[in-house]
């Protein structure tokens, strides 16, 4: 499975911006698929979740009410919502796959591929 995350780019504190991950590969539909992020100098932390289904969404207690998942599977790819956004999520954003859905205990160890990260700079 191949990810290629997009949509990031340069907003004001209180905007919205809306990433992409593109998947391809024959099985990708089939892969739970979630976002990361990973600001400078601290761990990559988990930020939302979607199972291949479209019917179970996970999303970190931080990011809820502000963050939505979706993904669109006949395009193969998955989208996140960031709405209200604040100077602390600045950070490079990624997206990963999973045949495992780890219910409320996503890890960065846990995820099998991951796209190349796309980089949202919140300026205050």
């Known amino acids: 499975v191949q990810l290629q995350a997009s949509g990031g780019g340069l907003v004001q504190a209180g905007g919205s911006l809306r990433l992409s991950c593109a998947a391809s590969?024959?099985?990708?539909?089939?892969?739970?698929m979630g976002w990361f992020r990973q600001a400078p100098g601290k761990e990559r932390e988990f930020l939302a979740a979607i199972s291949w289904s479209i019917d179970t969404t996970d999303y970190a207690d931080g990011v809820k009410g502000r963050f939505t998942i979706s993904r669109d599977n006949a395009k193969n790819t998955v989208y996140l919502q960031m709405n209200s956004l604040k100077p602390e999520d600045t950070a490079v954003y990624y997206c990963?796959?999973?045949?495992?859905?780890?219910?409320?205990?996503?890890?960065?160890?846990?995820?099998?591929?991951w796209g190349k990260g796309t980089l949202v700079t919140v300026s205050s």
């Open positions: 990963a796959a999973a045949r495992v859905w780890y219910d409320s205990s996503w890890s960065r160890r846990g995820m099998e591929y």
């Open positions: 590969g024959r099985t990708s539909s089939s892969y739970h």
